[in-house]
């Protein structure tokens, strides 16, 4: 089992900057992938970024590459999200996810363990 935490969401204005971070315990030695999804009102969830626990290789949707960083630190057990020039769009609840299983990143029903969501709100 694996308990995911959220935090540092928030509302800032176009532009701005925040920084996710994702922490989990619980039986994360064995843990293969930590991904990001985010889901806006009315909107299906969807993928944002994932990073492999071991080797750190990392994967970005297309909205995000170049703007957002995942990053983690395995002493800490905690994995980042660094959002910069975000935009309205990015508006949603975002929620940090976790598996065991080497298997497609993007798909949001391949990950086992779920945070409980943090909101980002970007004011034009």
């Known amino acids: 089992q694996v308990q995911l935490v959220e935090s540092g969401g928030g509302l800032v204005q176009a532009g701005g900057s925040l920084r996710l971070s994702c922490s989990a315990s619980?039986?994360?030695?064995?843990?293969?992938?930590m991904g990001w999804f985010r889901q806006a009102p009315g909107q299906v969830r969807e993928f944002v970024a994932a990073i492999t626990w071991t080797t750190g290789i990392t994967y970005y949707a297309d909205s995000v590459r170049g703007r957002f960083t995942i990053s983690r630190d395995s002493a800490k057990n905690t994995v980042y999200l660094q959002m910069n020039d975000l935009k309205p769009g990015d508006t949603a609840v975002y929620y940090c996810?976790?598996?065991?299983?080497?298997?497609?990143?993007?798909?949001?029903?391949?990950?086992?363990?779920w945070g409980q969501g943090t909101q980002v709100t970007v004011s034009s």
């Open positions: 619980g039986r994360t030695s064995s843990l293969y992938v």
């Open positions: 996810a976790a598996d065991y299983s080497r298997m497609a990143f993007t798909k949001q029903e391949n990950y086992r363990y």
